[in-house]
């Protein structure tokens, strides 16, 4: 008897972490850079069958990924560093329709219009598994679309 409860629970535990299929990734994109210009940003819709988490990203292109809100402060847009983005089971959470992005720091070359940048994605479910999830964000114009403010002249 004892023996069959413990085969339910082993096979309720190995079911518990995120696939990578659990979790899809669409309409990645980032904006090129200009030379000099140190950031970039990187926008997506994510989708996670079960709740998540983002809690960080990285990439080859760039020193470091930041998870970013953009709040308006007094009349002015700032950005600010978030350690989470929740991704509620089944919904597609479109980072810049929710005043998300993710902030590229310290790009190594300029991002190049038609180019993709590989980002991998940090998230982590209900039960604390942490999982991987690897994007290509397309490279779009520097101009078209909303403008994208650097970091810097944020708050001028
Ligand atoms: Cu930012």
């Known amino acids: 008897m004892k023996k069959y409860v413990w085969a339910g629970l082993s096979a309720l535990l190995f079911s518990l972490p995120v696939q990578a299929k659990d979790v899809t990734v669409s309409d990645a994109w980032s904006r090129a850079t200009a030379s000099g210009q140190e950031n970039g940003m990187v926008q997506a819709i994510i989708t996670s069958k079960k709740e998540a988490k983002l809690i960080g990203a990285s990439s080859k292109a760039c020193q470091s990924v930041e998870l970013h809100s953009m709040v308006t402060e007094g009349g002015m847009m700032k950005m600010r560093q978030v350690e989470a983005i929740?991704?509620?089971a089944g919904q597609a959470v479109d980072l810049g329709a929710q005043g998300y992005h993710l902030m590229l720091i310290g790009l190594k070359k300029p991002?190049?219009?038609g180019k993709k940048v590989a980002v991998e994605l940090?998230?982590?479910d209900a039960?604390?598994?942490e999982k991987k999830v690897k994007m290509n964000a397309t490279v779009r114009s520097m101009t078209g679309a909303k403008?994208?403010?650097p970091h810097g002249?944020?708050?001028h």
């Open 127 to 129: 039960s604390g598994k």
């Open 147 to 149: 403008p994208q403010m």
């Open 86 to 88: 929740e991704l509620p």
């Open 122 to 124: 940090k998230l982590r």
């Open 153 to 155: 002249h944020m708050q």
């Open 111 to 113: 991002l190049q219009e």
